[in-house]
Structures are given as C-alpha cells and as structure tokens.
C-alpha cells in the first residue's frame, strides 16, 4: 500500500502558484520524498525530491516539514500545461528499489 | 536521444491468446520494472529486475511473466492466466548500480501500451 496521502484533486488558477500537499506520517529516517506528475496517457514524469532539506529546481520546489512528516510541492506560475494527476511516493535510500504509486492529486489549472 | 521505448502503443488481443509488450532502453540503466494502470487508478508493480538474469515479483505478478536477457530489453507477456489484461502498461528503468546505498536516482518511465484483451 501507499505510504502517503493526497487529496484527490486540485484547482489552481493559471499563472498563481500551485500548493500540492502530501502527508507521509510513517515515514522513516532512510526514506526520501519524491514527486512525479502523469499527463493523461503518457508515462509518469519526474519532478522532484528530497530527504530534509527543501529542494528547488527548474521544475518545482519541495518543502518538506522539519519532523518529515509532510510536504508540499510548490509550481511558482501553474499553466494548463501542469494540469496532471501528481503523485507523491516515499522511497527507500537504497538503490534500484521500485516506486510504490497511491491515486495521487488530480490538478486542473483553469484558465 | 536517450529514452524508454515502448512498442507498439496499441495492442489489441484475443482473449486466450499470450502477448509480449516490448520495453527498451538506450540510457545503460541496470534496473528496469513494469506496471500497470487501470482507468481512474495509481500505478501497480508487476515485475522488476534490478540486473540482467535477474528479476523479483511485484504486488500482482500473477498472469505475467518477464525474461532479462539483455540490459537494455525487459519484455512482459502477458498470459491467458491474466484475469483482466485490458490496461495500460508502463516501463520504467532506473540507473542505481547495486549495493549502492543511499543513491536516489529517479526512474525514467516510457509512454506505455495500452493493451486491449477482447
């Protein structure tokens, strides 16, 4: 089963800032935080992730809170290209281990 | 340029009759995983290999078999034991090299096949 919960689904208006949040309260201390987006019928695409520090980069930023409990993935200006379902998955350090996937968030970004 | 590539994107079977989707990769990744997609669901894992001549069970393996004769190819067939085949099915690879810890690479997915059983 999936180690995390998001809520099913999202509006965000276009050009505002998109908040996604993710609550993972079992989480253990070797686990990272990773985010992946799946536009309809196309394979999953990844964005982001993180162990304890937030994370920024061209895609994306990750803040994760301070007891690891939850996070939020931030898209600065969402556009109607971002409208997809996001998936939040926490993963062991270790190598080569396999994502395990829950519904994730269904966001729509409205014009 | 390097990728997944998943053939046909299409497939359409008669029921009773055995399929093999394709899946390969060009990006010398070790690790290579199925899983499949069912309207409206999250991802589900079927088989994952983490090196060549090697592959472990995911949560719903059964009806589907995998063989990884060669890094860069790790096809699925799915048999007539598969109860419901009809779903999208998605190919991953990751590049971890095994019994490295603590190494985060993120798995690379292919655009799927969507597979019709009639």
């Known amino acids: 089963d999936a180690k995390t919960t998001q809520p099913p689904s999202m509006d965000c208006a276009e050009g505002r800032a998109a908040n996604l949040p993710c609550n993972h309260s079992?989480?253990?201390?070797?686990?990272?935080v990773y985010w992946y987006r799946q536009i309809h019928s196309q394979g999953p695409q990844y964005i982001i992730h993180g162990l304890k520090n937030n994370e920024t980069n061209e895609m994306a930023s990750l803040i994760i809170t301070e007891d690891r409990k939850s996070s939020t993935l931030i898209l600065p200006h969402a556009t109607l290209r971002d409208t997809a379902v996001y998936y939040c998955?926490?993963?062991?350090?270790?190598?080569?281990?396999?994502?395990?996937f829950g519904k994730g968030t269904r966001l729509s970004v409205i014009a | 340029d390097g990728g997944i590539t998943q053939s046909p994107k299409y497939l359409f079977r008669k029921e009773g009759q055995n399929v093999t989707l394709s899946c390969e990769q060009n990006l010398n990744h070790d690790a290579m995983y199925w899983y499949r997609q069912d309207p409206g669901q999250g991802l589900r894992l079927i088989y994952y290999s983490q090196i060549v001549n090697d592959f472990q069970k995911g949560d719903i393996a059964e009806g589907y078999s995998v063989s990884r004769e060669k890094k860069e190819s790790f096809p699925l067939t799915v048999t007539s034991a598969q109860k419901n085949p009809t779903a999208f099915y998605l190919c991953a690879s990751s590049t971890d090299p095994p019994g490295i810890k603590a190494y985060n690479s993120p798995l690379h997915f292919g655009n799927g096949t969507r597979l019709t059983v009639t």
């Open positions: 998955i926490v993963r062991v350090a270790s190598g080569n281990t396999p994502l395990v």
């Open positions: 079992t989480i253990s201390g070797n686990e990272y």
